[in-house]
Nanobody
Framework: QVQLEVSGGALVQAGGSLRLSCAAFGDIFTIGTTNWYRQPPGKQRELVAAIRRSGSVVYADSVKGRFAISEDSAENTVYLQMNNLKPEDTAVYYC???????????WGQGTQVTVSS
């Protein structure tokens, strides 16, 4: 079993920065990929960024050049550094891990990011 603890959401002005954290506990050796998703108000959840076990990363086009996903293996924590935030980045952000064994998927609690114009 893997448990995720998410933190870092806040209210910030446009152009500002935030860093979200996703700390993993438990059977962390079963984690394959860590994803950050977000769900804007009234919209569907969307993938923002992902970091694979290999270290490779992917980003949604909307955040490329502004967001950076990284991992601190010693702390078992994945970060999402968000720079030059825009009002359209306002959403609940979720951390998700894809596991190598059942249940194959685990979600952390959401954290609210609100960007004011």
């Amino acid at each position: 079993q893997v448990q995720l603890e998410v933190s870092g959401g806040a209210l910030v002005q446009a152009g500002g920065s935030l860093r979200l954290s996703c700390a993993a506990f438990g059977d962390i050796f079963t984690i394959g990929t860590t994803n950050w998703y977000r769900q804007p108000p009234g919209k569907q959840r969307e993938l923002v960024a992902a970091i694979r076990r290999s270290g490779s990363v992917v980003y949604a086009d909307s955040v490329k050049g502004r967001f950076a996903i990284s991992e601190d293996s010693a702390e078992n924590t994945v970060y999402l550094q968000m720079n030059n935030l825009k009002p359209e980045d306002t959403a609940v952000y979720y951390c998700n891990v894809e596991l190598l064994i059942a249940p194959y998927d685990q979600w952390g609690q959401g954290t609210q990011v609100t960007v004011s114009s």
